[in-house]
């Protein structure tokens, strides 16, 4: 991406000063590295801002032109500047209200996860429900899971459910059993499965729609309040990183009205396109409202539906069982007739679709869904979503492209969560996060960490991506590597179509919003390997900074 002055006149020349007419800079970015991610004028020094959006973009001499002596100019010191980074699945308002409230297992011991759920017992009553979230079963030093007996030592009085990282199956002790009613004898529901060990027993494992009976006894306690606290938390955290918009890919109405209560109280960091959970859909259809209402800020999404199990717990549905469990499968979670029963409306009343399937049996189900929701009521441009997308083979990628559909595979899973791919095995990873058959076939992939479930940093996945090698070496899939600037693109362009706002960011481009990431090192020339460890200086989201370092 060499720059030459040449490239920036036809800007400047013609949007630029046009706006320029309308509106004087308020302020101005100068004597930067600006990557603009915009092909007509892929390379910047300065630009001008005002009401939140990018007035001019080119050149020193050329911004320095439409100045004055009252605008305020900041000097980029020669910094490295991208459009702000999309994450198109980033679980937001839940994990903020998570953070908040309930016990964090990201940590690497069972002797350490018991010690955090007993500190939280000793001040919680008697009888009421410890939660904990974001533990993983391969990041403890154990080398093997939790037990019912671990959660028991903990907490003898309190029913405990520990939710994996992936968010799939948790993990809970007696007390939990007992409240439940669940035991030897229960049989396991549609979708979800009891987990039993070698002697029949219960492992305290609960999977997938398993862990209804659990989560139907603990009370939803948090307060409105509260749940603005948590949209705050999360998307400070966020900002950080140099995200300026994410797309929250399950949610409730409440989550809106969290959201909308922390942009006006000016604590939404990050702009949101919050999906609604199908479960919440009817509420939304009586009230007239579908995806896409709402400002730049908060917007209503998509509607979310699951087809079936996580990659990172090992229960995707896949054609092929799973390394070293013969008769192992995963679980599908909703049938095509389901799904179609669930969304035939939704679809109808406008609503953008977005349906979670990991294995290629799920993805493929997906796909006739979405062809039969055509069939029944075609809609111009339904950029339907499959959230994930992960295990593909070529028909499957044929079948997306011809249907426009948009896959959000998993952004930092190759680089985080490396330990757990020999489940799917070397060869498998050659058609898992399938970034390069996706960009190959034209297919507008995003960047999505899922988290929880993975880390949200842009720079992991960058590196995941380019170098697809583990934190231990260990290279997965390495027919998927993309260049660095298909990635950048991936994380910046794309991630605006998902949501149907590419005329709005994306790039940084005269009369779009005012979002960008000040980074320390030029990810285009630094060492693939080194990408990870790139510091984050600054985010602007709306001509506002949102982090500083
Ligand atoms: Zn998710």
């Given at each position: 991406m060499k720059s030459s002055r040449r490239e920036f006149v036809g800007l400047v020349g013609v949007a630029a000063l046009k706006a320029a007419s309308v509106t004087k800079p308020e302020l101005i970015l100068h004597n930067g590295s600006i990557h603009?991610?915009?092909?007509?004028?892929?390379?910047?020094?300065a630009v001008a801002i005002a009401g939140g959006r990018f007035l001019a973009v080119g050149t020193n001499a050329e911004i320095e032109n439409i100045s004055s002596a009252s605008v305020k100019k900041i000097d980029l010191g020669r910094r490295t500047v991208f459009p702000g980074f999309i994450d198109a699945h980033l679980h937001t308002a839940s994990s903020g209200l998570r953070h908040l409230?309930?016990?964090?297992?990201?940590?690497?011991s069972i002797a350490a996860i018991q010690a955090a759920i007993r500190e939280r017992a000793a001040k919680t009553p008697a009888g009421q429900w410890v939660v904990g979230f974001k533990?993983?079963?391969?990041?403890?030093?154990?080398?093997r899971a939790l037990r019912i007996a671990d959660l028991d030592a903990a907490a003898p009085n309190h029913p405990v459910i520990i939710t994996h990282r992936g968010g799939h199956t948790s993990w809970v002790n007696s007390r939990a059993l007992q409240v439940a009613d669940v035991n030897e004898k229960t049989p396991d529901p549609p979708g979800g499965k009891f987990e039993r060990g070698p002697n029949g027993k219960l492992t305290g494992r609960a999977m997938e729609t398993a862990t209804a009976p659990f989560r139907s006894k603990?009370?939803?306690?948090?307060?409105r309040s509260e749940r603005r606290e948590g949209v705050k938390l999360i998307t400070k955290m966020i900002a950080?990183?140099?995200?300026?918009?994410?797309?929250?890919p399950q949610g409730s109405p409440e989550d809106l009205t969290a959201y909308q209560d922390a942009y006006e109280s000016g604590d939404l960091s990050v702009r949101v396109y919050g999906f609604i959970s199908q479960g919440f859909i009817k509420r939304m259809l009586a009230a007239g409202v579908h995806s896409g209402l709402g400002n730049e800020w908060v917007r209503v999404g998509a509607m979310k539906m699951v087809c079936d199990g996580s990659i990172s717990e090992r229960d995707a549905r896949v054609s092929q069982p799973y390394i070293g469990r013969p008769d192992d499968y995963g679980i599908l979670v909703r049938t095509g007739d389901q799904l179609f029963e669930d969304s035939r409306e939704a679809h109808a009343a406008g609503w953008h679709i977005g349906t979670h399937a990991n294995g290629d049996v799920a993805i493929d189900i997906v796909l006739k869904l979405y062809e039969r929701l055509q069939k029944e009521t075609p809609r111009r441009d339904p950029r339907f979503r499959i959230e994930h997308c992960t295990v593909i083979n070529d028909d499957l990628v044929r079948r997306i492209k011809a249907q426009g559909v948009i896959p959000t595979p998993f952004s930092s899973y190759v680089y985080?969560?490396?330990?757990?791919m020999k489940e799917y095995g070397a060869e498998r990873l050659n058609h898992m996060f399938a970034l390069r058959s996706f960009l190959d076939a034209g297919v507008r992939a995003t960047m999505s960490s899922d988290y929880p479930p993975g880390p949200f940093e842009p720079m992991m996945f960058l590196q995941s991506a380019v170098t697809r090698t583990d934190t231990h070496g260990t290279v997965w899939g390495p027919t998927q590597r993309i260049t660095i600037e298909e990635a950048l693109r991936v994380a910046t362009v794309h991630g605006s179509y998902a949501s149907f706002e590419e005329k709005q960011k994306g790039t940084i481009e005269a009369?779009?919003?005012a979002d960008l990431v000040v980074v320390g090192r030029d990810p285009l020339t630094a060492d693939p390997s080194t990408l990870?460890?790139?510091?984050?200086e600054r985010t602007m989201v709306g001509g506002q900074w949102m982090f500083e370092a």
């Open positions: 603009t991610m915009d092909s007509a004028n892929p390379r910047a020094e409230k309930e016990v964090d297992c990201d940590l690497r533990y993983d079963d391969t990041k403890t030093s154990d080398g603990i009370r939803n306690t948090a307060t950080r990183t140099g995200i300026t918009s994410v797309n929250d985080y969560h490396g330990e757990k009369g779009k919003l990870v460890n790139i510091p984050i």
